[in-house]
Nanobody
Framework: QVQLVESGGGLVQAGGSLRLSCAAS????????MGWYRQAPGKQRELVAI???????KYSDSVKGRFTISRDDAKNTVYLQMNSLKPEDTAVYYC?????????????WGQGTQVTVSS
């Protein structure tokens, strides 16, 4: 079992920044991928940014150049630095960790943290 605890969401104006954190505990040796998805109202959950197979970073085209994923292996924590936020970034952001970077119910998921960007 892996437990994921997210923090850092909130309300920000367009153009602002936020940093999300996700700390993993438990059977972290089983994690091959760890990162972030998001889900806006009425939409499917979509990839934001994720580490896959070690240090490989994958980003959604919609956030490239604005968001940066990083990690602290000693703390089993990944971060998502979000800059130049837009209203369309408004969503619940979910941390995920598990065997694959693709959306999978076999992965572990955090409880989600709300990010709201006002125009």
């Amino acid at each position: 079992q892996v437990q994921l605890v997210e923090s850092g969401g909130g309300l920000v104006q367009a153009g602002g920044s936020l940093r999300l954190s996700c700390a993993a505990s438990g059977s972290t040796f089983s994690i091959n991928a760890m990162g972030w998805y998001r889900q806006a109202p009425g939409k499917q959950r979509e990839l934001v940014a994720i580490f896959s197979s070690g240090a490989v970073r994958k980003y959604s085209d919609s956030v490239k150049g604005r968001f940066t994923i990083s990690r602290d292996d000693a703390k089993n924590t990944v971060y998502l630095q979000m800059n130049s936020l837009k209203p369309e970034d408004t969503a619940v952001y979910y941390c995920t960790a598990g065997p694959t970077w693709r959306y999978s119910t076999n992965n572990y998921w955090g409880q989600g943290t709300q990010v709201t960007v006002s125009s």
